[in-house]
């Protein structure tokens, strides 16, 4: 299984804006979600934004509502995730995953094969 490929990180001043692609061909058997994760320094991975293969209907966390935008590119097998008026602490790790399921509960679950690398990102004041 080839996990997906994140590029587009970088280094930017808060109030810019950068979009992430994450490569996912080898994914396009899965029913299930799309996601981005981020994980700050020093705390846990969370889900901020996640895309349904089935109807491109969108899963937001609350701290990102309004600034970052998740979409796709059937054709190019390829999932964005556009990320508006970047304050410092979105300031991370962001990952691609793939095979996301979200419980009922909210709950994200990636099987250990669903990860990319991940991209840095920094967003400084």
């Known amino acids: 299984q080839v996990r997906p490929v994140e590029s587009g990180g970088g280094s930017v001043q808060a109030g810019e804006s950068l979009r992430l692609s994450c490569a996912a061909a080898?994914?396009?058997?899965?029913?299930?979600?799309m996601a981005w994760f981020h994980q700050a320094p020093g705390k846990e991975r969370q889900g901020v934004a996640a895309?349904?293969?089935?109807?491109?209907?969108?899963v937001y966390a609350d701290s990102v509502k309004g600034r970052f935008t998740i979409s796709r590119d059937k054709a190019k097998n390829t999932v964005y995730l556009q990320m508006n008026s970047l304050r410092p602490d979105d300031t991370g790790m962001y990952y691609c995953?793939?095979?996301?399921?979200?419980?009922?509960?909210?709950?994200?679950?990636?099987?250990?094969?669903?990860w990319g690398q991940g991209t840095q990102v920094t967003v400084s004041s």
């Open positions: 995953a793939a095979d996301v399921s979200i419980s009922g509960r909210g709950t994200w679950t990636v099987p250990n094969e669903g």
């Open positions: 895309i349904s293969p089935m109807d491109d209907s969108t």
């Open positions: 080898g994914y396009l058997w899965s029913n299930n979600f």
